[in-house]
């Protein structure tokens, strides 16, 4: 008998049919003789819906009361699948983040969960039901609710994984697994059976959006194997595991980013303890840096580039502004129109010339090289965004990874795909 | 320094808008120096709209998992209406019933409150903030939600108010007080400036909406004085509490209640017990009888009228069809086109004929009486449907109720009086 938690997100429970559709999953596994724990998200647009409501009557909405309106949504949506699930004759109870025993910091709107007391789960599994959890909510020592922050409901269902030490992780979602590259844009991009933690928390940080880093590290840390599928299909999905069977191919999978802007601060002194200062208060504001690159100074100058998300730059322009004055720097530049393009693979440790033939292709499709950062398993260089798509297939081309076929299906909607499953039924 | 309790019904928070109307209120009183404690129905429609999600997956939802659902609508306006506070510049505190220590039975969908620790509500007040409670939610002493059924936001309020020892509780709705008779009916009803708890139980009893029979006993019961009043306009409204001021008037409203159905059994045996039997099948079907009536038997066999409300007629008839075999009753008449009309005043105990006056009138009107029943501060009939506006009228003016002015007010839909009453800004 093994334990299984299987987790939804906001896509796969958006109607009423849906929710119903997953019931019967759960089902399925329960009258295999399963112990079966489902993590949701809020059903559908929810979330944003509460967002939006929120900031209609207060435009700064006070972190705790915010967490709390967003977590009514996955309180709404896991006693909904409850009673779908009863509908079936097989007993179930949601819980909340509470109830669930998530205990959490009281960083209010991004909680960190430091402990799962998972008492209450094991009773009413032990009871033969199916437990449904509320995702993405805690509780402070205080009694106080908390959210993890955008798809936090991953890192629930992952936390909750190690601490009921089941057997495996479902995250079902809109995508059906982890491919070699988006096959929106790469259309022989191949799904992957198995990828390890480095590789995807690798992929993860270039930006690819099937897992949130987080859950990945969790997953890492306490050993959890996550199962990555569609909640529209019966196919095959993506294990994310300790990584034995990925040593043979040398790159894992391929990812562009349009979502990050390059910023470069032009005629910075270079002093020590001035990145120290640059960065601690760009931190201090709030915003996310993703790359940095420095090069080497002249005439005791230098330029220093990053990367932040696009979103973020209005909060960090008036930050910039006040640095440059304080820190004597000549100016900064913004440019929006730019990609990440990042390979990622754990064989290149010891595989040279893997860069190299990432330059060449980029350059035979005439895409300059903006900033290049690398670790010891991924190469990423931020280019111009024109001509991205071409280099991203060229790119897959070159390091043979192509499929024999086109995957057709991953271009299809969430509505498509749900469509076509309901006429194979 | 008093300690206010303010309860605002769903049509009161039913758009961003007016969630900020009833912030400006609150911080108002905040302002006058007041401590306060809100306490919040769910926004709109938010309750029927999740009600119909749940049957949409489960015709029969659970009761645990129903109350859970339902009960996060007061937990996103509580939310809403603190942030709605915090944008004024006054802090601000939601708290679940959990976190407010309503503490109720374990029957879902209709639990009572047992106990209300207000610890953390006089924490929160002691650092001078608005408190806002979510209405109609409590926790039973395992840890799950239960809700307090159909108006349990005014008991939620009342409760606190007597948990709390405040000055006086304040229930907001879009009717603005207790009246003479209901205002779309009679023209010239008038508003009561007090009404007695007896008086006001009475009221609610004959189907006056105007507050929930429950939270009227619970304040009698603790002495919380009520003030009933319009959330849309600064107009007096009616205060509820111990009867004095109203010894003087004999008859202190008039109700009409179109919502019930007649139901007669014919030739019932007449056995000591056999009454007891057929009610307590009744109660044990889950139906709700309002009033009984039974006449002298002729031939060992009689025949027993009641009514119930329209709405369980569907789960009643099953219950009749077998209660008629066993019992061996002659079969049974349900009459849908019926009206109940009850006169309530605390001063008929002392004053004879009041009765007679009322048959008298509704003679007059040629309205046929189907049944009487009378307590000791009421007397109701049942008469047929037709003419009974034109009674009520009648009534109204033979009891003296008149008011000198029409209120013409009261016909304003809820949108109406706002729009009228952001005019007069």
Known sequence: MALLVCKFGGTSLATPERVQAVAKKLVAYHRQGERVVAVVSAM??????LLALAKSVNPHPPARELDRLLATGEQASMAVLAMAIEA??????????RQAGIMTTTVFSRAQISEVRADRINEELDCGRIVVVAGFQGITPKGDITTLGRGGSDTTAVALAAGLQADLCEIYSDVAGVYTADPRIVQRASK???????DMLELA???SGVLQMRSVELARNFGVTIYCRSAFSADVGTYVREGKAMEESIVTGIVSDLSKAKVTLRGVP???GLAAELFGTIADGGVLVDMIVQNISEFGLTDISFTVPKSELSRLEPILDKLVQILGV???????DVAKISVVGAGMQSSPGIAAQMFKVLANCGVNLD??????????VVVGAAGVEQAMRELHTAYGLDSDSDFAD????????????????
Chains 1, 2 share one sequence.
């Open 371 to 380: 900033m290049i950062a690398t670790s010891s398993i991924r190469i990423s």
């Open 88 to 97: 079936l004759g097989v007993h179930s109870t949601s819980l909340s983040g």
């Open 330 to 336: 000549r100016g900064f530049i913004v440019a929006e």
């Open 192 to 198: 992957l059976a198995n990828i390890s933690y480095e």
């Open 44 to 49: 559908g647009k929810t979330t944003d819906d």
């Open 410 to 425: 991953t271009h299809l909607t969430a509505a498509e795909l749900e469509a076509k499953m309901t006429k194979g039924r």
């Open 270 to 272: 270079d002093r020590v």
């Open 205 to 207: 940080a270039a930006g």
